[in-house]
């Protein structure tokens, strides 16, 4: 059975590798700024690890033997393998490249979300990006189990073990058909819409958008139909228009109307969100996600602060 050599050390290939392209150890000495006698000693060393000469050593300098010709190459190609191996590890953790995994609730249509995954896109464009839709208590155990980064939840449900950071709300809207009576008003309140039939769409907001339409028509002692679709929300948007029932929907899902169907802001109702991740989470690609995104929100808090003096 053969022996197991040992791997040389990174530094005897450099000195190795300075050594031939100057013919001289004095001159590689001088080139890398260490001393003769351990470029010396290192070659030395390297030699007796590989078991065969690599340089012919003459008064005049250095010249590689047939074996030291053959070595060139490979150490070339080691140290290239380590220098782009540092330079990818650097990238990645500088934030440049890497993966950013984001959990949603809804749809990315709201100012604030869209552009601040535009900020970071267009400074960080070597950063995969992965969107991950679902529920709320789904991506806070994928957020513990570092399967998601960073996820944008509504700012009402409970996070423990997690940081949360308020960052914008959306307006909740009613959307009907084109020819629905309630169809020629500007806003409605929740009293105007007893006695109608609901559907709400299979989104991670489903839970928080019925829990608020019963609780609010239960205050003015209405108990809400709501009909179960096994389908998505552009679907449900055909049942709306075909006059099937009303759908209550977050301002992000509002925009998807198309021809048939209204929407109408429901008075003085919003939902506020947030955004949830680990105290832990070390992914230096989502570090610079979560430093844009707080300077945005304190942006945003100066400019609302502004607009009330």
């Given at each position: 059975?053969?022996?197991?050599?040992n791997?040389?050390?990174?530094?005897?290939?450099?000195?190795?590798?300075?050594?031939?392209?100057?013919?001289?150890?004095?001159?590689?000495?001088?080139?890398?700024?260490?001393?003769?006698?351990t470029?010396?000693?290192?070659?030395?060393?390297?030699?007796?690890?590989?078991?065969?000469?690599?340089?012919?050593?003459?008064?005049?300098?250095?010249?590689?033997?047939?074996?030291?010709?053959?070595?060139?190459g490979?150490?070339?190609?080691?140290?290239?393998?380590?220098?782009?191996?540092?330079?990818?590890?650097?990238?990645?953790g500088?934030g440049?490249?890497g993966?950013?995994?984001?959990?949603?609730?809804?749809?990315?249509?709201?100012?604030?979300?869209?552009?601040?995954?535009?900020?970071f896109?267009?400074?960080?464009?070597?950063?995969?990006?992965?969107?991950?839709?679902?529920?709320?208590?789904?991506?806070?155990k994928?957020?513990?189990?570092?399967?998601?980064?960073?996820a944008?939840i509504?700012?009402t449900f409970?996070c423990?073990?997690?940081?949360?950071?308020p960052?914008?709300s959306?307006?909740?809207?009613t959307?009907?058909p084109?020819?629905?009576?309630?169809?020629?008003r500007?806003?409605?309140s929740?009293?105007?819409?007893?006695r109608?039939?609901?559907f709400?769409?299979?989104t991670?907001?489903?839970q928080?958008?019925?829990?608020?339409?019963?609780?609010r028509?239960?205050?003015?002692g209405?108990r809400?139909?709501?009909?179960?679709?096994?389908?998505?929300?552009?679907?449900?948007?055909?049942l709306?228009a075909?006059?099937?029932?009303?759908?209550?929907?977050?301002?992000?899902?509002?925009?998807?109307?198309?021809?048939?169907?209204?929407?109408?802001?429901?008075?003085?109702?919003?939902?506020?969100?947030?955004?949830?991740?680990s105290?832990?989470?070390?992914n230096?690609?989502?570090?610079?996600f979560?430093?844009?995104?707080?300077?945005?929100?304190?942006?945003?808090?100066?400019?609302?602060a502004?607009?009330?003096?």
């Amino acid at each position: 059975m053969a022996r197991r050599r040992n791997f040389p050390e990174l530094r005897h290939l450099r000195y190795f590798l300075e050594s031939a392209k100057n013919g001289s150890f004095r001159k590689a000495s001088n080139s890398i700024g260490i001393q003769e006698s351990t470029i010396s000693r290192c070659i030395r060393d390297l030699e007796d690890q590989l078991g065969v000469s690599l340089f012919q050593r003459t008064n005049g300098g250095v010249r590689l033997t047939v074996a030291g010709e053959r070595f060139r190459g490979k150490a070339q190609a080691i140290l290239k393998q380590v220098d782009d191996g540092l330079s990818d590890v650097s990238l990645t953790g500088c934030g440049v490249e890497g993966l950013l995994r984001i959990g949603l609730v809804a749809p990315i249509a709201s100012s604030f979300l869209k552009d601040l995954l535009g900020e970071f896109s267009t400074n960080h464009e070597g950063v995969q990006i992965e969107l991950v839709e679902g529920d709320p208590t789904t991506h806070i155990k994928a957020i513990r189990d570092f399967d998601l980064d960073i996820a944008f939840i509504t700012d009402t449900f409970p996070c423990c073990e997690c940081d949360s950071m308020p960052l914008w709300s959306e307006r909740i809207y009613t959307i009907l058909p084109q020819d629905h009576p309630l169809s020629n008003r500007a806003e409605l309140s929740w009293p105007d819409l007893t006695r109608e039939i609901f559907f709400i769409a299979e989104t991670g907001l489903r839970q928080e958008l019925h829990g608020l339409l019963t609780k609010r028509l239960a205050e003015v002692g209405y108990r809400p139909t709501v009909l179960a679709q096994n389908v998505g929300c552009d679907n449900l948007l055909t049942l709306v228009a075909i006059g099937r029932g009303i759908l209550l929907a977050t301002e992000s899902m509002a925009e998807r109307c198309s021809l048939g169907i209204v929407q109408r802001l429901i008075s003085d109702e919003v939902i506020p969100f947030a955004a949830v991740w680990s105290p832990r989470n070390d992914n230096p690609a989502f570090r610079r996600f979560l430093s844009i995104a707080k300077a945005r929100r304190s942006r945003k808090t100066e400019l609302n602060a502004s607009q009330d003096q």
